[in-house]
């Protein structure tokens, strides 16, 4: 018997792991898979393939244009580089996250916001 105990609804990774006994099996069935250990890496590696196919079909794009028209149509000359969207795109989402964690910070309350110094907690107030 090991000396080290894992409390029953953590996994062995120490995620929570998903209560079988409450769980619908239609749910099981559409998002049992969101549950693997793995799943996050496969979606990142997923979309990052999918992401340099589509820059690298750009310029296949445009070669197939007809004669005098572009696939893109940029309004200035920057956004009708190559991969300009894509970076822009994930540019625009780095900054919106980033700019999450500050305002967090701004907007958090402390633990004790709710308690009331007067009365101790779980005691009805007096009329």
């Known amino acids: 018997m090991s000396d080290h105990a894992t409390p029953p609804h953590l996994s062995d990774h120490g995620e929570h792991a998903p209560d079988e006994s409450q769980t619908v099996p ?3 069935a559409l998002f049992g898979w969101t549950t693997k250990p793995w799943i996050g890496k496969a979606i990142f590696w997923g979309l ?3 992401s340099v196919l589509l820059i690298a079909i750009e310029p296949v794009l445009e070669m ?3 004669e005098g028209e572009h696939f893109r149509h940029p309004y200035f000359s920057i956004d009708g580089t190559l991969g300009f969207n894509a970076f822009w795109g994930f540019g625009a989402f780095t900054l919106v996250v980033l700019a999450g964690w ?3 910070r ?3 309350r402390s633990e ?3 308690e009331d110094e007067q ?3 779980g005691t009805e107030p007096h009329p």
Do not use: F, Q
């Open 64 to 66: 197939l244009a007809p």
């Open 106 to 108: 701004l907007m958090r």
């Open 102 to 104: 500050p305002l967090g």
């Open 48 to 50: 990052l393939v999918v």
């Open 119 to 121: 009365e101790p907690a």
């Open 26 to 28: 239609a749910a099981r």
């Open 112 to 114: 004790d916001y709710y």
